[in-house]
């Protein structure tokens, strides 16, 4: 698959819905699989994973620091050119206030993402 094939909204969406809006660990390990390459990294502000396993446990440290109605959801589509895509999004309680609001960007190999990159907006941007 080339960069030009790659569905980049389809993928980051598939991401921000089955991975980060996954509660339970063994559904979002099956998501991480379909999604991410084998020794795909991910990169949060204060800190590293690498791997599937490594990657769940991560992104389970994070959902269980937030209360357990916050809800990822996208801020439009997501765009990308060349084997890197960009998603914005937002967090916070279902039909609430935003609490927290950010970017996803992502290397891409084939159609599963190798690297993604969590950039979180400063308070009030």
Same mark, same amino acid.
Request: glycine share 10%; net charge negative; hydrophobic share 45%.
């Given at each position: 698959?080339?960069?030009?094939?790659?569905?980049?909204?389809?993928?980051? *969406?598939?991401?921000?819905?089955?991975?980060?809006?996954?509660?339970?660990?063994? $559904? $979002? =390990?099956?998501? =991480?699989?379909? =999604?991410?390459? !084998? !020794?795909?990294?991910?990169?949060?502000?204060?800190?590293?994973?690498?791997?599937?396993?490594?990657?769940? *446990?991560? %992104?389970?440290?994070?959902?269980?620091? &937030?209360?357990?109605?916050? %809800?990822?959801?996208? =801020?439009?589509?997501?765009?990308?050119?060349?084997?890197?895509? $960009?998603?914005?999004? *937002?967090?916070?309680?279902?039909?609430?206030?935003?609490? %927290?609001?950010?970017?996803?960007?992502?290397?891409? *190999?084939?159609?599963?993402?190798?690297? &993604?990159?969590?950039? &979180? !907006?400063?308070?009030?941007?």
């Amino acid at each position: 698959m080339t960069a030009e094939q790659i569905d980049y909204d389809a993928l980051m *969406q598939a991401n921000l819905a089955r991975v980060f809006g996954e509660r339970d660990a063994v $559904r $979002r =390990i099956s998501a =991480i699989a379909k =999604i991410y390459a !084998d !020794d795909a990294v991910l990169y949060e502000p204060h800190a590293a994973a690498t791997g599937h396993v490594a990657i769940n *446990q991560a %992104v389970d440290a994070l959902l269980s620091s &937030l209360p357990a109605g916050f %809800v990822f959801t996208a =801020i439009g589509p997501a765009v990308g050119h060349h084997g890197i895509g $960009r998603l914005r999004w *937002q967090s916070g309680p279902p039909n609430g206030p935003v609490a %927290v609001t950010g970017t996803d960007v992502a290397h891409f *190999q084939g159609d599963l993402i190798h690297s &993604l990159y969590v950039f &979180l !907006d400063p308070a009030g941007a």
